[in-house]
Every structure is written in structure tokens, then in C-alpha cells.
């Protein structure tokens, strides 16, 4: 999917429930990137698995990066070009550079980024240009780095439902038409898998930071969080990394070797150590655009 994998983290984690976790049933209507609308959805094989799909959770995650970034971020849900920050600076760019491709750079901020973008591929320009939102979760013009498995529950679970009576008590406000059941899941341990792909160290520890914002109960999942609903705990951490290519030969101990690859398996604490120096949230960190040199790990 990238022109070339240079590495990728393959983090492995649960998410144990700590509170009821809201059901909804018609997860099509839903947008999923609401900070809390999201859902949970229920799979109907010969058992009932309750499922907290790789987009809803992608849609969490990203809004509470936004929220982090404030003006630094782009309005992704706003797909209107004229409006779209991201989208907006990405063809600025575009058609300064299709129009005067020749001709002489003035000094100013604009024309200077502009002519160390001349050297960049379309992929990478892109990616410069954009918010580190959309760096780390994708736009329209840009991949995603970060890939969610949708999470399934393990053996185990437990879902619980209340009459409608119940429900107008809990959720107040929030009454749904034609919806006279309230499921919701009891107990649950839910194992999830997130991929990110050719990432800049900032990237992971964007995700360790917002593991932990799960755990102090900041991020939640399903609905009626404002209820208490939707809490969860991150445990059994494991993250295996892999350096490609002309990465691959600069792997430090450890890892084991392939053809391909080296390899790596991390816990939580480990990754955590060593990244401890790193500030997602740092315009430095945003800027960088090769991956050379993103080895600590
Ligand atoms: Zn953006």
C-alpha cells in the first residue's frame, strides 16, 4: 500500500470492560466517527458476538487526537474541497507548482516550502502538507497509517438487556422511536489489533498515550458514555515490530533476522521506556517526513 514498507508495528492488546457497554442495532445510520455515537455491533452467526468494529474505534481514536490538536487539525468530516484545511493547503500547493514550475522562487514562507516540495514524490507532499491527524488516520488524499482490526469478544462475554422502562430512566433524554429493548454488554474482553505502517516513532506513542486515555476512562466506546457507559481497561499489550528493507540491517539486538525483515516483540513497559523522549505532540516530530532515522525501538 506504500511504495515502500520501511517498518510496522503490530500491536495486539484487549479491552476489558469496566462499565455496561452500550449495543446499537442499526449501525448503518450511524456515523461513525461520532465522538458518542459510536457502536458496538452484535454479529448473528450460531452465537451472538458482540464486535466493536475497526472503524468505530478508528473514529474514537482520531477524535480525540482533533480535540488534542485543536487548530491544528483539519476538519476531516468536512469533505467540502473549498473548505477542508488539509484538502485546501494540498491543492494550493498543487496548482502553484503545475503553474510555475520554472520559474524563480520569491522568498517568501510559501515559495520557500514550496521549493523543498519540488523534490518530494506526490505520496510524500501529500503527507507534508497535511494535519497530523490526517498523517496519522488518512484523508482523501492520504493513506492511513494506522489500521484497526475490528475487536471481537472472546469466550466468555456477557450481554444483558433491560425493557423499555429502564431505559428512559438511564438515558433520559436520548429515547429512540421503535426501540423497546436495550442491550448492552455486561462483561467483555474484546481483542483488538492495530496495524500502523510505515510509522514515525511519534505516531506509536500517539497510540500508547491514547491507550492510556482509555484507561483513565477520558475515551470510551458505544454510547451513553454520559451515563458512565463504555468504559474500558487496555491489558496485554504486545507489540511486535519489523524493520524493512534498508531499515532492516540497522535493527539493534534482539531482533531476529529474515530475508525480509527484522523482528522484535515488545511489552507495553518496554515500548513505553523507549519512546519516553518522544512528544507527539511536538511541530518537530510532524515535520518529518523520511523514516531513516526512526529507529530507537
Ligand atoms: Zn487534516
Redesign the pocket.
Given at each position: 500500500m506504500f511504495k515502500k514498507l520501511l517498518n510496522q508495528a503490530i500491536v495486539n492488546f484487549e479491552l476489558v470492560t469496566q462499565s455496561p457497554l452500550y449495543i446499537k442495532q442499526n449501525t448503518s445510520l450511524l456515523d461513525p466517527t461520532a465522538f458518542d455515537g459510536t457502536y458496538i455491533s452484535c454479529y448473528l452467526d450460531e452465537k451472538r458476538i458482540p464486535i466493536i468494529p475497526g472503524t468505530s474505534m478508528k473514529g474514537v481514536f482520531r477524535s480525540f487526537f482533533e480535540k488534542l490538536l485543536g487548530d491544528e487539525?483539519?476538519n476531516?468530516l468536512d469533505t467540502r474541497q473549498e473548505s477542508n484545511?488539509?484538502l485546501k493547503k494540498i491543492k494550493e500547493f498543487e496548482k502553484k507548482l503545475k503553474s510555475d514550475n520554472n520559474k524563480n522562487w520569491e522568498s517568501n514562507e510559501f515559495d520557500k516550502e514550496l521549493e523543498k516540495l519540488k523534490s518530494f514524490s506526490s505520496g510524500k507532499r501529500n503527507y507534508y502538507l497535511?494535519?497530523p491527524?490526517?498523517k496519522v488516520f488518512g484523508?482523501q488524499r492520504l493513506k492511513s497509517r494506522m489500521i484497526f482490526d475490528d475487536a471481537k469478544a472472546k469466550e466468555g462475554f456477557k450481554i444483558s438487556s433491560r425493557s423499555s422502562t429502564p431505559i428512559d430512566r438511564i438515558s433520559g433524554a436520548a429515547k429512540e422511536k421503535g426501540l423497546n429493548t436495550f442491550e448492552y454488554v455486561d462483561w467483555g474482553v474484546f481483542e483488538g489489533k492495530i496495524t500502523l505502517v510505515s510509522f514515525f516513532n511519534w505516531q506509536l506513542k500517539l497510540l500508547l498515550e491514547i491507550f492510556e486515555a482509555i484507561d483513565e476512562g477520558i475515551l470510551t466506546f458505544g454510547g451513553y458514555s454520559s451515563k458512565g457507559f463504555g468504559r474500558m481497561k487496555v491489558q496485554n499489550v504486545k507489540i511486535k515490530i519489523r524493520y524493512y528493507g534498508e531499515m532492516k540491517d540497522k535493527a539493534k539486538d534482539g531482533y531476529t533476522q529474515n530475508p525480509l525483515f527484522a523482528e522484535k516483540v515488545f511489552e507495553h513497559k518496554e515500548i513505553e521506556k523507549k519512546l519516553q523522549s518522544i512528544n507527539f505532540l511536538d511541530k518537530n516530530q510532524w515535520e518529518k517526513v523520511e523514516l531513516e532515522n526512526e529507529q530507537i525501538l
Open positions: 487539525a483539519c476531516i484545511k488539509c497535511s494535519c491527524a490526517c484523508s
